[in-house]
């Protein structure tokens, strides 16, 4: 079974200050997927990122990139240039490959993001 | 464009009560999945469905049970509510093809089981 860890609870950001969450995981797998989602308070899941395990480029969506370490199963997210609209629970998930079937997520227990004005 | 759409918003139940959670999405999506987030732990998968008439049990299925009787739609059923389960259910919708894994979410259900 595969598990996420996201070690940091609760962090807070400065406005346009740059801030990075962390996130670790544990699998068997050589083929799997990592994603990056946003609860804000609305409660609504929005993807922020996507990485694919077999590409070495880290994946880049505008203010948000990923630092992505396959041997140390190390997955941080990147936010440059904090707004306030980035204030959210941020998930780390994981998937492995399964060709044509179903994609089901693990979910790591989430860390608040605060940014603050 | 209304992607995948949970009713009720909101629900109350005391224990022992049954109901039926429904999610339908417009997407054209394989694949369906239940989840549930309770604090501190994240989103935890309940059963999942890769299409029509086919169902598989996730991480936490016991006391649910789930209907897949058309592509659009994934209802989660609990028979005899039970305080634990209160908690926020997620419904949420992705293609089978490995390109467009990606899922998509409905806004969640709020259940309280008094």
């Known amino acids: 079974a595969q598990t996420v860890t996201q070690s940091q609870p609760e962090m807070s950001v400065q406005e346009a200050e740059t801030v990075t969450l962390s996130c670790t995981y544990d699998t068997s797998e050589n083929n799997y997927y990592l994603f990056w989602y946003k609860q804000p308070p609305s409660r609504q899941m929005i993807l922020v990122i996507r990485?694919?395990?077999?590409?070495?480029q880290n994946a880049t969506e505008n203010r948000f990139s990923v630092n992505f370490q396959k041997a140390a199963k190390s997955f941080s997210l990147k936010i440059s240039d904090s707004q306030l609209g980035d204030t959210a629970m941020y998930f780390c998930a994981f998937t492995p490959y399964s060709g044509a079937g179903s994609y089901q997520l693990t979910f790591g227990k989430g860390t608040k993001l605060s940014v603050i004005p | 464009n209304a992607g995948v759409t949970q009713t009720p918003k909101f629900q109350v139940l005391k224990t022992g009560q049954s109901m039926t959670l429904q999610c339908a999405q417009d997407?054209?999506?394989?694949?369906m999945y239940w989840y549930r987030q309770d604090p501190g732990m994240g989103l935890r998968l309940i059963y999942y469905?890769?299409?029509?008439?086919?169902?598989d049990k996730g991480e936490v299925p016991n006391g649910y049970n789930v209907s897949r009787l058309n592509k659009r739609e994934f209802s989660l059923r609990l028979e005899s509510a039970a305080p634990s389960q209160t908690s926020v259910y997620f419904c949420?919708?992705?293609?089978?093809?490995?390109?467009?894994?990606?899922?998509?979410f409905g806004a969640g259900t709020r259940l309280s089981v008094l």
């Open positions: 469905s890769a299409s029509k008439g086919t169902t």
């Open positions: 949420a919708s992705s293609m089978v093809t490995v390109a467009k894994n990606i899922q998509y």
């Open positions: 990485q694919e395990a077999y590409k070495q």
């Open positions: 997407m054209n999506h394989n694949s």
